[in-house]
């Protein structure tokens, strides 16, 4: 069992279906199936999932009564729940609704629309679980989300994204970063199931740490801030399953996730009044100092400092990601590869000064030294 991924209860009697749905859900959740809901409903009690799926049998009327009964429970009353029908039926979709199902999805369905529906059921019981943190990182926490869906909704419409907009919902986060809430912001976010939204705002995060630590004015901390949630706004093109895909890429897959990067410039480049520090962030933060990043394969000579901390943020909050695809890396390791394969690629002394920033302000622990026996 992979620990970084949320756990899954499948329920479905019916065999080929169960085992078809579990092969395409473990890629991103751990999952376990049961035939019978009361074996779902004690497994529950004794380790509570993140989540459910419950196939409707024949609309014998028996799982909305389980559905009911988990949500008396006050450890399940929130629990995301995903009803899958036997059929198309509205009426039966308003009872599943009623007897507390999160969403409900109808056979024939795409095994993209099941996933669609869990990871935004998971990422709405997590933002839930926001309202229980202090004022200061819980009101930077639903602001930015906010303005991260409302670009990705402009991105769809295809219309520009108003930096007003994304500089006032960006004041929260540095207002929290500022007032040492980082902690809580970094935790808060890590079971959110929107990979995008979380590494964006982590690398926000990072980036407005490191600016106000470098002695940067405020006028560049919300550059920062911004490029930062911004930086991977191309990636809303790329086909989720393809984003969440365990496992190596092929050249051509690699070829089509490189192109969030012009995807994103082009994107932003429709919003007149973005200061070009945030295009920078978005267009250079996959450029290495020796010209072998990408898209543009830019020199050091021709990447100024917020190019050169943009790649150092990512690729350290890449490594220390919960991703679906790779065990999470602690901040020690991290720097580690950083420093000993990553010398003619990244920034040494931005570098050395990011990791000192994180030490020194205890975002990042260094592991302690283990003596030998």
Known sequence: MDNDKPSLLLVDRRVLHRERIKMRLETLYNVT???VLADALRHARLRPPAGMVICEDQARGED?????SLR???AFSSLPIIVILAEESPAQSARAMHAGATSCLAKPYLPSTLVRLISTA????????????PALPAAALKSSVA???AAAERVAAGQPIP???????????LQAVNADGVGDLLQAVRQHDDYTYAHSLRVAI???VFGRNIGLSATQQSVLTSGG??????????PSLLLNKPGHLTDSEYGIMKGHVAAGTDILQKSPDLPEGVLIIAGQHHEKLDGSGYPNGLPGSRLNELARMAAIVDIFSALTDRRVYKPTMTADDAFALMVTQMTAQLDMPLLHAFRQILYDTHIAQPEPVRLPA
């Open 229 to 238: 949630l911004l930086h991977d706004l191309g990636k809303t093109t790329i």
């Open 163 to 173: 930096y007003a907009e994304i500089n006032a919902g960006c004041q929260p986060l």
């Open 122 to 133: 998971l990422s709405q019981e997590c933002e839930h679980r926001w309202d229980a943190l």
């Open 33 to 35: 199936d049961f035939v």
């Open 147 to 149: 303005m991260f869906n």
């Open 64 to 68: 909305f009564h389980f559905l009911q």
């Open 72 to 74: 008396l429970e006050p």
């Open 206 to 208: 990072f980036l407005a």
